[in-house]
């Protein structure tokens, strides 16, 4: 049977406690005599219960006795990134990767059906990972206006974010069934204007996060990727004046700097986060 989980309920921030015989704010005593009555009442402040402490997000730290399972999903860009993973985390002994970027896939793309190929995939993909931290980078196949179920989904159309939105949900339920945290990349930005949807694309992944946090987090693709500012560029120049390729030639995917540099970036969050030891 299929096991899936629910978003978390909202929660609140610090700490508060009610009960109904609880201590009292003011102590009262009265003396009373046959000729006069004096009431002397004497007031007790009580210090203001701290906010709880921040706790780390990992339930625990990885050690090479007990790597942390990492399960990457995706599409092609996945599959590009996956490879810089295997590099950058691969060099640690404390860390246990599981790749499944697939190349053409997409939550818009027809080639699969949802529910038999692609949720069951997950359902099994996560089953033997046993994973404690999924990743998430998908996005390349998503502007082609493909017809699911029968209905023509125009990249930037609000049926096309509908659908998005319902099956990125759904899948987040499918990956978290047996727990953990999910970092979900935005997608990067490309050269070519037919993927000028990308921004709308990225609210739904945002979106979603926001709905599953705290299990759910965002990582800016192009806060390395990018520019100073964040925009599409298809090089890197160093302080020397020499020149790094950055995407492929098509402006989509990204060479082995890109990966690595995305790759390092996970690391360094997971790190932040208390899964890793800096290194």
């Given at each position: ?151 023509a989904l125009p990249a930037g159309s609000d049926r096309w974010r509908e659908v998005l939105v319902e099956r990125a949900d759904e899948a987040v339920a499918h990956w978290l069934a047996g727990g953990g945290h999910v970092y979900w990349w935005t997608t990067p930005l490309m050269r070519d204007s037919r993927f000028s949807a990308v921004d709308d694309l990225n609210v739904v992944w945002e979106d979603t996060m926001g709905a599953w946090a705290p299990a759910g987090s965002v990582l800016d693709s192009m806060e390395v990727l990018g520019d100073g500012e ?50």
């Amino acid at each position: 049977p299929t096991s899936t989980t629910s978003r978390p309920p909202p929660t609140t921030s610090g700490a508060s406690s009610s009960s109904s015989e609880g201590p009292s704010t003011a102590t009262s005593t009265t003396t009373t005599t046959t000729t006069t009555t004096t009431t002397t009442t004497t007031t007790t402040t009580l210090d203001p219960v701290p906010p709880a402490p921040p706790t780390t997000l990992a339930p625990r730290v990885a050690s090479p006795e007990e790597p942390l399972r990492i399960l990457a999903l995706g599409d092609s860009l996945m599959l590009d990134l996956q490879y810089g993973l295997a590099r950058v985390l691969g060099a640690r002994d404390d860390v246990l990767l599981t790749g499944k970027g697939a190349l053409g896939f997409g939550f818009t793309v027809p080639h699969w059906d949802w529910d038999e190929d692609v949720l069951t995939d997950y359902d099994l993909s996560v089953a033997q990972a046993r994973p404690e931290v999924i990743l998430m980078m998908i996005g390349a196949n998503e502007f082609e206006g493909h017809v699911v179920e029968g209905e023509a989904l125009p990249a930037g159309s609000d049926r096309w974010r509908e659908v998005l939105v319902e099956r990125a949900d759904e899948a987040v339920a499918h990956w978290l069934a047996g727990g953990g945290h999910v970092y979900w990349w935005t997608t990067p930005l490309m050269r070519d204007s037919r993927f000028s949807a990308v921004d709308d694309l990225n609210v739904v992944w945002e979106d979603t996060m926001g709905a599953w946090a705290p299990a759910g987090s965002v990582l800016d693709s192009m806060e390395v990727l990018g520019d100073g500012e964040g925009r599409y560029r298809d090089e890197i120049v160093n302080e020397d004046g020499s020149i790094v390729p950055l995407r492929k030639e098509h402006g989509v995917h990204f060479l082995e700097i890109g990966a690595d540099l995305l790759a390092r970036q996970l690391e360094e969050q997971l790190v932040a986060d208390g899964w890793l030891l800096a290194r």
